[in-house]
Nanobody, 118 residues
């Protein structure tokens, strides 16, 4: 089994910053892709930023220039630095990883709440 453990969510005023962390553990040979999604109440879950299986980075248009994804492969950890936060960024943020452990399997973290006040 694989677990994704997230941290760093919280409440911040508009214009503030937060840094999210997600550490993968368990039966892992390698991680093909790892990144962040978010879901606001009543809305679809959407991509925020991810490292793809080819090693490139994809950002949602709404966060380009404000958010930065980074990783520490030695720790199977991915980070999301969020700057200039807006009320529209308010959502539950979920870590997602495609893990190689015999095959390729998708795992999700438990989610961490990010709330941005105006």
């Amino acid at each position: 089994q694989v677990q994704l453990v997230e941290s760093g969510g919280g409440l911040v005023q508009a214009g503030g910053s937060l840094r999210l962390s997600c550490a993968a553990s368990g039966s892992i040979d390698s991680i093909e892709a790892m990144g962040w999604y978010r879901q606001a109440p009543g809305k679809q879950r959407e991509l925020v930023a991810t490292f793809t299986s080819l090693g490139s980075i994809n950002y949602a248009d709404s966060v380009k220039g404000r958010f930065a994804i980074s990783r520490d492969p030695a720790k199977d950890t991915v980070y999301l630095k969020m700057n200039n936060l807006k009320p529209d960024d308010t959502a539950v943020y979920y870590c997602r990883a495609t893990v190689v452990n015999g095959g390729g399997y998708i795992y999700w973290g438990q989610g961490t709440q990010v709330s941005v006040s105006s």
